[in-house]
């Protein structure tokens, strides 16, 4: 078994559930202003999400008879099936 403490940089993972971690953010963030709370996230994180202010993607669907592609938008390849 590794001893975590002789790996330098390494933080032990950790054991607690989703649940107990949401219940952990809730109460670190807990009155505090959005901007306080976004500016200890850029601390702690490279890339931060809002998920509120999220860019909105342009579709190109290409119609492909029984099904609907979207091809070469800057996003994954997706499909829809067309319906009767």
């Not at 975590?4 to 202003?33: L, S, W």
């Not at 890339?47 to 999220?54: A, P, S």
Request: net charge negative; charged share 35%.
């Amino acid at each position: 078994m590794t001893d975590f403490d002789d790996i330098p940089n390494f933080t032990k993972p950790d054991t607690q559930t989703a649940e107990e971690q949401a219940e952990q953010v809730r109460g670190e963030q807990q009155g505090k202003k959005y901007d306080d709370i976004k500016q200890a996230m850029e601390s702690r994180n490279r890339f931060i999400l809002e998920m509120d202010k999220l860019p909105s993607q342009v579709h190109r669907w290409t119609d492909r008879g029984a099904k609907m592609t979207c091809e070469n938008a800057g996003h994954q390849y997706h499909e829809a099936w067309k319906t009767r």
